[in-house]
């Protein structure tokens, strides 16, 4: 049974960073992408980045590239997002997903699994 569980959120200012950590158990995730989404209130929920587990490829969504790094940590089985230069349109709901495909895909219907989420606020 796939086990996503995210942690790192919190309040900061305008400017600020944030390391997002998504603890991932229950399989062998060689093969997979993961995934960050994140949720505002009363919107959509939005792809963030992505990697490959078994390769360096990411891929980030426009409003975050160059700001937002994801990583991850085969031996900890953790992937992360490294968010910097962070903006109050930032603050939303960040969730970790994992899909069982070896390309990325930024569908968020191509991710079967998900984690609880993690509250990211940005005061300006």
């Known amino acids: 049974q796939v086990q996503l569980v995210e942690s790192g959120g919190g309040l900061v200012q305008t400017g600020g960073s944030l390391r997002l950590s998504c603890l991932a158990s229950?399989?062998?995730?060689?093969?997979?992408?993961m995934g960050w989404f994140r949720q505002a209130p009363g919107k959509e929920r939005e792809f963030v980045a992505a990697?490959?587990?078994?390769?360096?490829?990411?891929y980030y969504a426009d409003s975050v590239k160059g700001r937002f790094t994801i990583s991850r940590d085969n031996a900890k089985n953790t992937v992360y997002l490294q968010m910097n230069s962070l903006k109050p349109e930032d603050t939303a709901v960040y969730y970790c997903?994992?899909?069982?495909?070896?390309?990325?895909?930024?569908?968020?219907?191509?991710?079967?699994?998900w984690g609880q989420g993690t509250q990211v606020t940005v005061s300006s």
């Open positions: 229950g399989r062998t995730f060689s093969g997979y992408a």
């Open positions: 990697i490959n587990w078994s390769s360096p490829d990411t």
């Open positions: 997903a994992a899909a069982p495909r070896v390309g990325i895909t930024v569908r968020r219907y191509e991710y079967p699994y």
